[in-house]
């Protein structure tokens, strides 16, 4: 089955402890991307990778990292975490067509909690 | 920001065809327009894209002016399932995915 994973879906940590969330997808597709969201501010692009190895900031990249050292994977990395970074996040895939990208892929969500 | 508007709220009657527009007078020549739904938290559910030319497929038709400042999603016979917030995004390949609010969609029984 085709799908985008996302572990843990649920994280409750403290300020400034390290954290990564994993995301995989099983669909070879280059293109791969993160984005959390926000009551009354929606969906926000964090990082977006075009293939391996290249990445680019999306509109929110403050305080994450991410890295696509392997295509399935692009785990978002949050060095020190801090309460404005309580969220739900998603990661999601597709392959490039042309000037577009094709049926962008969601995982089904992490809700983190920053104490 | 977005460079799409949408109104914030619609209603629609069951079985009777749903019509969300999307203002995009901004956009490039080579971007294309996408529409997504999100239901509850859920992850965003991709619906259908276009650039030019009208589009359908077997969960909604997307209709783009001939200017291509505006565009329409129809879904033809609502359900119930068919309540979510409903986005509409301009995208070109290697440009940031940007989601504006999107209209609230309730369909009524």
């Known amino acids: 089955e085709a799908q985008v994973t996302q572990n843990p879906r649920y994280l409750i940590t403290v300020t400034g402890k390290k954290l990564t969330v994993t995301c995989s997808q099983n669909?070879?597709?280059?293109?791969m991307s993160w984005y959390r969201q926000d009551p009354g501010l929606g969906l926000r692009q964090i990082y977006y990778s075009m293939n391996v190895e290249v990445t680019d900031k999306g509109d929110v990249p403050e305080g994450y990292k991410v890295s696509r050292k392997e295509k399935r994977n692009f785990p978002l990395i949050l060095e020190s975490p801090s309460p404005n970074q309580t969220s739900l996040y998603f990661c999601?895939?597709?392959?490039?067509?042309?000037?577009?990208?094709?049926?962008?892929?969601f995982g089904p969500g992490t809700r983190l909690l920053v104490l | 920001d977005a460079k799409t508007t949408q109104p914030p709220s619609m209603d629609c009657a069951e079985g009777r065809a749903a019509n969300l527009p999307c203002n995009h007078s901004t956009i490039s020549g080579n971007e294309y327009v996408y529409w997504y739904r999100q239901i509850h938290s859920q992850g965003p559910q991709y619906i259908i894209h276009?650039?030019?030319n009208n589009e359908t497929n077997e969960m909604a038709s997307l209709i783009i002016t001939e200017d291509r400042k505006s565009s329409t999603l129809i879904l033809p016979h609502a359900t119930l399932r068919d309540t979510a917030v409903y986005y509409c995004i301009a995208y070109h390949y290697g440009q940031n995915f940007v989601f504006g609010p999107g209209t609230r969609l309730s369909v009524l029984p």
């Open positions: 999601a895939s597709s392959s490039p067509s042309g000037g577009a990208v094709e049926t962008q892929y």
């Open positions: 669909m070879n597709h280059e293109y």
């Open positions: 276009g650039l030019k």
